[in-house]
């Protein structure tokens, strides 16, 4: 799309995303660090995301959806590649085609992915995904355990025995000492078989289990692995949104839907072409009894005034000097000081689910590749 023509831009640092992933494998001490690449890459784009990484030295890239894993291996030939969701029935021909892994977290799914092996005559390899707290996804670890001793696993490859952790952003929570202490005990179950735990928060754990391979997902797209503590990630997102008209509302009036936010004194309205169906959520409105996003507006910072609608935002421009802004500028939605965790926060949410909502009609930019 045209800048010209987007009532928003989204700007992705690939420098900035290849960067952070050499911070986390820095700090991995030796571990392998592979990459999360899910939900589109966290909203930036497979298709950008991947070879930036892999240019970077990352080899190994985790998906939810198969549709995810052929979208990675379009573009990128030579990397492992693990879908996380597991294998749904009847899809086995297609991870065999196009060279995919599996992540298997039930006994059903070990014994389709055994099966086709056999009959294929090939001991193809896949993750065994155990459960060590999470009640999610994954065998139990006893569960895991047991088909260890049973030798149930002859007929593919165990490429990686994986766990999920629980709270690994509250250093302190107790279930990640348990957690820790029932991987490693599987662990011993599986010689010979890769283990990986860690996720973006993990890896900065004091218990350093970072084991032979870390998953950053998170923390690769800017997001601070350690909530409460400064954000040793660089920003990998920039999002600024158009100025589509200026007004000015009385003392009294008031702006946008249901009327919940009422001008004290005269205050200039900036309104842009950025809404929730631009992936900005609605939960970012701002009331008379509640404050809400904030954008910078030619360097100053500016409250949004009213309900975030479908495709707009209306900001109150007060402080800002008049002859400063006009129709067509671009004031920032994300960067320039305002991180994603913070808009997660003032969307009541977290930067996770905000990175992974911003929508398809932004003009994208790509720089640092």
Known sequence: MPEAEAGGILTIDLAALAANWRLLRDRA?????????KADAYGIG?????PALFAAGCRTFFVAHLQEATRARAVCQDATIYVLN????????AYATHGLRPVLGSREEIEEWAAFCRAAGRRLPAAVHA???????GLRAEEAAALAAEGALPDFEPALLMSHLVSADEPDHPVTARQIAAFLALRERFPGVPASLCNSSGI?????????LVRPGYALYGGNPMPGADNPMRPVVHLAGRIIQLRWAADGETVGYNAHWTAQGRRRIATISVGYADGYLRAASATNLKAGGEAVV?????PFAGRVSMDLITIDVSGVPEDSIARGDLVTLIGDGIGIDEVGARCGTIGYEVLTSLGRRYARRYVGS
């Open 86 to 93: 597991g294998l749904l029935v009847g899809t086995a021909p």
């Open 131 to 137: 459960d060590t707290g999470m009640n999610r996804l």
């Open 29 to 37: 001490r030796g571990a392998e660090c592979a990459a999360v690449v």
């Open 46 to 50: 497979i298709e950008a995301a991947v």
């Open 204 to 212: 900065f754990l004091r218990l350093q289990p970072h084991l032979d």
């Open 298 to 302: 030619a360097g100053v910072r500016c």
